[in-house]
């Protein structure tokens, strides 16, 4: 085994009142072995570091690394230690962990080596795939876009130094140290996790060609700038369009976007047009047009049609728009009103209360309730055309459904040329409308959503298989989507038990005669919610940003190999918990997870990331009977169980208090 050691003089500042020249030094030893790939099995070369301070050297070493001043890179591209300089800074920052008086111990540290020469397929991807990983404090990736990454055979590793190695290091990973582990056998046990996490093609032998991509955005700034850094990251140039004044077209942005185009986002016939028309005014060359929102799907697509580009189908994209032609597809019974309908005439003997009032082409669960007679049926569909929700002003059709009782289930499906690349399936815990004739409220969104599904596995089947089929007869082919069902007759059901909300097995004499079967609730041609995003990535290692980027670029190898999801399985069970307002007013309180930081540290290790909606001095609107505010969610994660992580979410939720004035 190769293996060898070098000392470090680490530099640092000796406090915020330091003057010239003045710099603590010490010196850490660093010792390395090499990780030998076992042919065929391994897709990456590793080498072990192992960082302490060492106390009784001073002086001259083989390497002198600076805190702050590290050497930039230089401006050239092209020469293959390039990433040396990424490297070192990361050892350093590692040797200063080791250093530190707060903690000084020796750190473990793992470099990863492509297996081969070739070219990343994204810049990042080490940190995306160990998102989560048990025992990492950090992970960085060293390489840029499109570079060519060369390998360091073990016979070479045999007479190379640390430098030498880090020139050709792809990126780096420290763990946390763990003071009842021996470091070394820490890093041994990580290869398995690595193995598992870094089982998709994530290298390739052709060069990244440099894509264009147009984005027509309107979404919150978080949501656009992860989306703009992971496209940094697959190397494609984006243009932006939307508003004037949008936060994007102030020149300190410039290295999230190529170029920001102003332009009208009013939602109506000439929409299209206004797409095409900022197109055509701009001397450049674009290979793809895209949206994410459900409102901009189509219109993105038609003016993509003006262009020339390639798009999704338009008579696809037109049903989605329309939640009665999408049951009408899937086989689901439903009826459809119009303004001056007869409702009580038209609907009678349809179906059996209660039933599902909805707009069309509603969204976000607006507008939808469930009515238990005659009565309740005629003000639902009248409240729907009085139409009460600004940006569903286009709203010119009700849907009247049978309600049906099952688990529903949010399905993101991953689909190239029809055939499915990756599908995740969620629990969409009950809701308020859920609720029995007479409850307080009749909101019908989202409590709570807990990844994987806990239906049966032939259940699971049936959703995919059931699902897939109403895609491409709705004629969706190569895309993500988000779709929404329930389980009719379904072998599960939810109950509380010790205290816990959760989806179990009924009892014997309670299961259904009939096969389950899916009832469509709603198809949407887009990526589904940040909150899924980052469930998936944390669960399965799969970013739908990337998938959604690449597709629409046409750019099936790299969609194809970042759609794989990690060897085993969901590494985890992950719930977005929703924080939701019981009153209006003036908020009062700090961020949810920040504050959850400082009161309960012990609690805040288990939320990965999280979103505030509002925030303080915000006024927040009062709830009714048919809406009730978001205020922020949390995606809560445990490796241990299901059961351990509706607890843990329970517990964070009964900490979080709010305040209004």
Partial sequence: MAEGSTSLVVQTPDGPGMVDNEWKTSTTRVSWTLTRPAPLKKSFTSVNVIIELDTGKQGSSSIVAAQPALPQPPSHGGHISDQSFSAMDFI?????????????????????????????????????????????????????????????????????????????????????????????????????????????????????????????????????????????????????????????????????????????????????????????????????????????????????????????????????????????????????????????????????????????????????????????????????????????????????????AGPEVDVNFVLLDGEILFVEIADDFPKAGDGEQGAKSSVFKESAMVYPTALPDDEVKMLTTSLHETLLNIGLRTGVYHVEARVANSKRQYLCRDGLLNLVDRSQEDLPTAEPSAVLIEVNARLPGDMCRAAALRAY??????????????????????????????????????????????????????????????????????????????VVPEPTADSQPWIAWLLVFSRESRKELLRRAEEIRGKIVLRFV
């Fill in 92 to 404: 350093v920052e590692c040797c200063l962990a080791s250093s530190s008086p707060a903690s000084r111990c020796q750190r473990a540290v793992k470099l990863i080596l492509p297996p081969r020469d070739g070219y990343m397929i994204r810049s990042n991807a080490l940190e995306k795939r160990l998102v989560g990983c048990p025992g990492v404090e950090t992970s960085r990736s060293f390489c840029r876009p499109r570079q060519y990454l060369r390998c360091l055979n073990v016979e070479q590793i045999e007479w190379v130094g640390l430098l030498q190695i880090l020139g050709y290091a792809i990126g780096g990973i420290m763990l946390r140290h763990n003071s009842g582990k021996n470091p070394l056998s820490a890093l041994v046990a990580l290869d398995s996790e690595l193995e598992n996490r870094l089982s998709c093609t994530w290298m390739t032998d052709t060069p990244i060609p440099r894509l264009s991509l147009v984005l027509v955005d309107d979404r919150p700034r978080e949501s656009t700038e992860l989306l703009l850094r992971t496209a940094e990251a697959l190397e494609i140039q984006m243009y932006v369009l939307d508003e004037p004044g949008h936060w994007l077209q102030a020149p300190g942005h410039g290295f999230l976007r190529h170029q920001f185009l102003a332009l009208d986002m009013t939602s109506d016939d000439n929409f299209p047009y206004r797409i095409f028309q900022a197109l055509s005014g701009q001397e450049i060359h674009i290979h793809g047009l895209t949206s994410n929102l459900d409102w901009l799907t189509y219109p993105t697509a038609e003016a993509a049609a003006f262009t020339g580009l390639p798009h999704e189908d338009l008579k696809a994209l037109d049903i989605c728009r329309d939640k009665y032609r999408q049951r009408i597809i899937s086989g689901d019974p439903a009826l459809q009103l119009r303004k001056g309908d007869d409702t009580r005439s038209i609907v009678n003997g349809s179906f059996d209360f209660p039933m599902v009032v909805k707009p069309s082409g509603g969204l976000n669960s607006e507008g939808v309730s469930k009515v238990f007679s005659p009565d309740e049926l005629e003000i639902a569909v009248d409240r729907v055309f009085a139409s009460q929700y600004d940006h569903m002003s286009h709203v010119n059709a009700v849907n009247v459904e049978e309600y049906c």
């Fill in 541 to 618: 290692g799969v970013d739908y940003n990337a998938l959604h980027l690449l597709l629409a670029l046409g750019d099936t190898e790299r969609a194809t190999a970042l759609a794989k999801p990690f060897l085993t399985g969901p590494q985890c069970h992950c719930e977005t918990l929703f924080i939701v307002a019981d009153r209006g007013g003036s908020l009062d309180s700090e961020d949810v997870h920040e504050t959850l930081k400082a009161e309960h540290p012990e609690l805040v290790m288990s939320v990965g990331e999280s979103y505030s909606f509002y925030k303080k001095g915000d």
